[in-house]
Nanobody, 127 residues
Framework: QVQLVESGGGSVQAGGSLTLSCEAS????????MTWFRQAPGQEREGVAL???????RYQDSVKDRFTVSRDNAKNKMTLQMNNLKPEDTAKYYC?????????????????????WGQGTQVTVSS
């Protein structure tokens, strides 16, 4: 079992920044991809950013050039630096992991592909 705990959410004005963290414990495997998802009220959960075991990153188009994902395998921690936040970024943000690698391609953006999830942290951006 893997336990994931997110932190760092909050309320900011448009143009502001937040840094989210996800700490993993239990049976952690640094070969797994780690991914940030978000879900706004009434919307489906969507992938935002992911990082594979080699540090390769991918982003949803709407957050490219504003969000940066990183991971520290020694600390079992993933971070999402969010800059120039927009009201449409308002959502609950979740980290997820599972036995997925970069070779899994588009599967990496599907919530159903992930075994382990955190409880989420709320991000609210006001205009």
């Amino acid at each position: 079992q893997v336990q994931l705990v997110e932190s760092g959410g909050g309320s900011v004005q448009a143009g502001g920044s937040l840094t989210l963290s996800c700490e993993a414990s239990g049976y952690t495997d640094t070969t797994y991809c780690m991914t940030w998802f978000r879900q706004a009220p009434g919307q489906e959960r969507e992938g935002v950013a992911l990082i594979d075991s080699n540090g390769g990153t991918r982003y949803q188009d709407s957050v490219k050039d504003r969000f940066t994902v990183s991971r520290d395998n020694a600390k079992n921690k993933m971070t999402l630096q969010m800059n120039n936040l927009k009201p449409e970024d308002t959502a609950k943000y979740y980290c997820a992991t599972g036995p997925l690698t970069a070779a899994d391609g588009p599967l990496l953006w599907l919530p159903i592909a992930y075994n382990y999830w955190g409880q989420g942290t709320q991000v609210t951006v006001s205009s």
